[in-house]
């Protein structure tokens, strides 16, 4: 089996491959190095909420409740991954910030989403480091984290320490360019294997695309596939917390500071998260503007902030769709038959980290030939469907 990505998507579905006794071979210049190195790890599908995607709830939730067992079969203790039960609150300072919060917690009754309003005064028994602006606050305790850094580490750990058994399991750090196909001269044959940057072919009974953008520039992708990926930059910063402020908080703080977004996630090394814009404007270095703009609303957050040292601030592309859903599953050909040993699972976006374990244990259940249609809305063709049936529409 070939994973062309090593994000913690790719990872992911690599190490749930050799667990089933698999030979896998994962492809990646630089595994662990795009998104997935800029990721805050916020297991958070109550709190993502605010973006009202209501088809992802279902699967962002069922994705956060495998973690804890996700993390144990990774046979680490918890913590060993950055993996901490850390609730969150929602906060919100102006009284823009108030009704804007007041109208999220509505929608979360309606969704049926345990979130709890608290007094500032119970805000601050917990966080007692909360700001004075701070006026309206509600508790997602069911929300967790992962350091995402560490998590990717721990794949990459297993994954090599996999190999045994008549198992191969290797990693190609090379650039895959195409999809070999059983015939050459039609990319809707069966799918056998890619061909790498430095011109080697390698075969392999099932490909898996989860190289995020990549996947839409890889030769030999099926003619009629359309994979309209687009990047979203986010500016991401990391600050160290002095040994007198810790811990600086308990819990994650998501906040809204005059309409705008801003959230602090404490990592159990006393380092600080603080993010992330949303950008798409195609510049892939990390923005003055937006590193300003996170500072000084974090400090309206947690005045605190600005006694802390900036270790890091860093920019990555996260792949979104149209509707800001994964591109996951199966491809169908022209003839609309799925293309034999191919998978696409690609355009994250904001949730690559928090739908990893689920995105994983789809892909397998595709290849193993029980696929579970609750997913079949994320597929990777759906927009290419909608859009021949647009043209059909037309022509009539």
């Known amino acids: 089996m070939i994973v062309v990505g090593g994000g913690v998507i790719g990872l992911s579905i690599a190490w749930r491959a050799a667990q089933t006794g698999r030979s896998v071979l994962l492809i990646d210049p630089a595994p662990a190095q795009g998104?997935?190195?800029?990721?805050?790890?916020?297991?958070?599908?109550?709190?993502?909420?605010?973006?009202?995607e209501d088809a992802l709830l279902p699967a962002m939730r069922e994705s956060a409740a495998r973690y804890p067992e996700f993390i144990r079969e990774l046979e680490l203790v918890e913590g060993a991954a950055g993996y901490l039960r850390t609730e969150t609150l929602l906060v919100g300072v102006d009284q823009g910030d108030r009704q804007a919060l007041a109208d999220l917690h509505a929608a979360h009754r309606r969704a049926q989403l345990?979130?709890?309003?608290?007094?500032t005064r119970d805000a601050r028994a917990r966080e007692p480091l909360l700001g004075p602006r701070v006026s309206s606050v509600y508790r997602v305790a069911g929300d967790h984290q992962v350091d995402p850094r560490m998590l990717a580490a721990s794949l990459l750990d297993r994954l090599q320490r996999e190999d045994g058994e008549g198992r191969q399991v290797g990693i190609a750090r090379e650039q895959a360019v195409a999809l070999l196909h059983r015939d050459r001269a039609d990319d809707d044959s069966p799918v056998i294997g890619v061909r790498?940057?430095?011109?080697?072919?390698?075969?392999?009974?099932?490909?898996?695309?989860?190289?995020?953008?990549?996947?839409?520039?890889?030769?030999?992708?099926?003619?009629?596939?359309?994979?309209?990926?687009?990047?979203?930059?986010?500016?991401?910063?990391?600050?160290?917390?002095?040994?007198?402020?810790?811990?600086?908080?308990?819990?994650?703080?998501?906040?809204?500071v005059h309409g705008e977004s801003v959230y602090l996630v404490p990592r159990a090394d006393g380092t600080l998260v603080v993010g992330a814009t949303q950008r798409e404007d195609g510049v892939d270095a990390v923005s003055a503007g937006a590193v300003h703009r996170l500072l000084?609303?974090?400090?309206?957050?947690?005045?605190?902030?600005?006694?802390?040292?900036?270790?890091?601030?860093?920019?990555?592309?996260?792949?979104?769709?149209?509707?800001?859903?994964?591109?996951?599953?199966?491809?169908l050909g022209r003839g609309?038959?799925?293309?034999?040993?191919?998978?696409?699972?690609?355009?994250f976006f904001r949730h690559g980290v928090l739908l990893a374990p689920l995105a994983a244990d789809i892909v397998l259940g595709l290849i193993d030939g029980h696929p579970d249609h609750r997913w079949d809305a994320f597929r990777p063709d759906?927009?290419?469907?909608?859009a021949d049936q647009t043209a059909e529409g037309t022509h009539r």
């Not at 990549?214 to 002095?242: C, E, F, N, Q």
């Not at 609309?336 to 355009?347: I, N, P, Q, R, S």
């Open 35 to 52: 998104a997935t190195f800029a990721a805050a790890g916020m297991l958070a599908p109550v709190s993502e909420y605010s973006y009202q």
């Open 114 to 119: 345990d979130v709890e309003p608290l007094t």
């Open 196 to 256: 790498l940057s430095d011109g080697t072919e390698v075969v392999g009974a099932e490909v898996v695309l989860a190289n995020g953008a990549g996947a839409s520039v890889v030769d030999g992708v099926p003619g009629s596939l359309d994979l309209p990926l687009r990047p979203v930059y986010g500016d991401i910063l990391r600050l160290r917390v002095p040994d007198r402020l810790r811990p600086l908080l308990h819990s994650t703080v998501r906040a809204l």
């Open 296 to 331: 000084r609303d974090a400090q309206q957050v947690v005045p605190a902030v600005g006694e802390l040292s900036l270790i890091e601030a860093t920019a990555r592309a996260r792949q979104g769709t149209p509707d800001n859903a994964p591109l996951l599953g199966r491809v």
């Open 336 to 347: 609309g038959a799925a293309v034999a040993g191919l998978t696409v699972a690609t355009g």
């Open 382 to 386: 759906r927009f290419t469907t909608q």
